[in-house]
């Protein structure tokens, strides 16, 4: 049973495999709820400039006295702060708002705009010492290889929608062939299918005597997946950490293979409409509308 709470990124920087997210945390909440999340033992913290709730994140930062270098810390560059010189000053702007001294993490969030400038903006970033990593988010295959061929710097972590109901196998060992690293955002496809009361998943969890959610982030972890995860509960917190200690069958490997819809379910860049509702959140960006 692999107890590793690191994965090893393809330039030998360490990062947690379970890590906290504060997509849709309302700003005026969202201090007290990453300080919860850091309590209970959280030490990766990801966030975006299109949450719009950075401060509140560097805030909880501040307030909780853990060493800097105890923590990792990712944010995110997004469509209308792409190009060269918008990235440069939007990685600027975050880590004001962060009140960081560098990033551990930097994402380019969406494979539109000019995202090719903002690479380029990111090595040199990376090269200077003020981010730890790079990475990009939501890239799908033809854009990671592109990117790749194209890129002075491989990188490091793409961060997807991945969850039992859309798996993404194919795309998991094409990441691999790069050494990419996957991090699944919305790991419990924010609740769609009736996740947590999924006859298979709830099957699996009855057995080992552990929760649904406990279920496919252990899944996520033996796939070679890292895993945000997000809960406003601290109850929730802790038991989203306790992964450690159990490990799935290749029997139930297989039953939960078996849930794969083999499509998006809650984000698809390459659908207009999709395209179309991520250049609008630009214009009118609500909590709500965007992952």
Not at 160 to 179: A, V
Not at 247 to 274: N, W, Y
Request: aromatic content about 10%; glycine content about 6%.
């Amino acid at each position: 049973m692999s107890t590793k709470q690191t994965v090893t990124l393809n330039n030998g920087v360490q990062m947690p495999l379970a890590g906290f997210g504060v997509f849709q945390v309302d700003p005026k909440s969202c201090e007290g709820t990453v300080s919860a999340a850091l309590a209970s033992g959280y030490r990766l913290l990801d966030t975006a400039s299109s949450y719009q709730n950075e401060e509140a994140v560097g805030a909880a930062i501040a307030a909780s006295g853990i060493p800097r270098s105890e923590l990792f810390v990712t944010t995110k560059a997004f469509v209308h702060q792409m190009g060269y010189e918008k990235t440069k000053a939007a990685f600027y702007e975050s880590l004001s708002k962060l009140k960081l001294d560098y990033l551990d993490l930097y994402l380019i969030h969406m494979p539109f705009g000019d995202y090719y400038g903002s690479w380029r903006a990111l090595e040199e970033l990376y090269q200077q010492g003020l981010i730890r990593a790079i990475g990009v988010s939501n890239f799908l295959p033809d854009r990671i290889i592109d990117l790749c061929a194209n890129a002075t710097v491989i990188p490091a972590v793409n961060q997807i929608e991945i969850h039992p109901f859309y798996q993404r196998q194919d795309e998991l060992e094409l990441l691999r062939s790069y050494g990419i690293c996957a991090q699944a955002w919305a790991p419990f496809a924010e609740g769609m299918n009736h996740v947590f009361i999924n006859p298979v998943l709830s099957k699996i969890a009855a057995r080992l005597g552990k929760s649904v959610a406990q279920v496919i982030l252990r899944w996520d972890l033996q796939r070679g997946v890292a895993v945000i995860s997000k809960t406003v509960r601290p109850e929730r917190m802790a038991e989203n950490q306790a992964l450690w200690d159990f490990e799935l069958s290749a029997e139930d490997m297989a039953a939960i293979a078996t849930l794969d819809l083999g499509r998006p379910q809650m984000l698809d860049p390459r659908k207009p409409s999709e395209v179309r509702r991520i250049y609008d959140y630009m214009k009118n960006p609500v909590l709500t509308s965007l992952s």
